[in-house]
């Protein structure tokens, strides 16, 4: 069985409490003979002490393989799986290029830029563009930052 529990507080944290229902229905599944490994999804904050906890209400209720996925699991395979940034990089703000875009990438756009030097040559810098380019460049820090201190 897989359970999701979203949140949309960013510095949530998921206690045991919070799962009370879903205890009843592991156990009940289990009694059906439907449910040996329960994986319990979230993206809030799962303190060791609580996935202790989680893993032993749902062994209880008779779950042969409990596990835990927390917030800091989806960050981490989102940081290490570069397909899976390319999909949602303005939701965990992994919206820096450097880290999207692969050496392909870079190797198309030059050999566009090199194809039509005339359009690129045409190209106006406008106070719309220089504001947006210090927005996107702040907003890439700040999002860094936020990653760092999760």
């Keep these: 069985m897989l359970q999701c529990k979203h949140t949309k507080r960013a510095d949530a944290t998921l206690a045991p409490s919070e ?3 879903e205890f009843d229905k592991a156990g009940a599944l289990v009694k059906r003979g439907v449910c040996g490994t329960y994986v319990l ?3 809030a904050r799962v303190t060791g002490t609580s996935e202790e906890e989680i893993r032993r209400r749902l062994s209880a ?3 042969a393989h409990p596990l ?3 917030g800091q699991w989806l960050s981490d395979m989102i940081a290490t799986h570069r ?3 390319m999909f949602v990089p303005r939701v965990y703000g992994l919206g820096d290029l450097s880290q999207i875009l692969d050496e392909r990438a870079y190797a198309q756009t030059s050999v566009l830029m090199a ?3 005339e359009q690129v040559a045409t190209f106006v810098v406008t106070g719309a563009y220089r504001k947006a380019s210090t927005v ?3 907003g890439a820090g700040h999002h860094r930052h936020c ?3 999760a």
Excluded: Y
Aim: with cysteine; net charge negative.
């Design 19 to 21: 799962l009370e229902d």
């Design 41 to 43: 999804l979230t993206n």
């Design 61 to 63: 209720c008779g779950v």
């Design 68 to 70: 835990v996925l927390d």
């Design 83 to 85: 397909m899976l940034r």
């Design 115 to 117: 194809s039509a030097p």
């Design 136 to 138: 996107l460049a702040q």
């Design 147 to 149: 990653l760092h201190s």
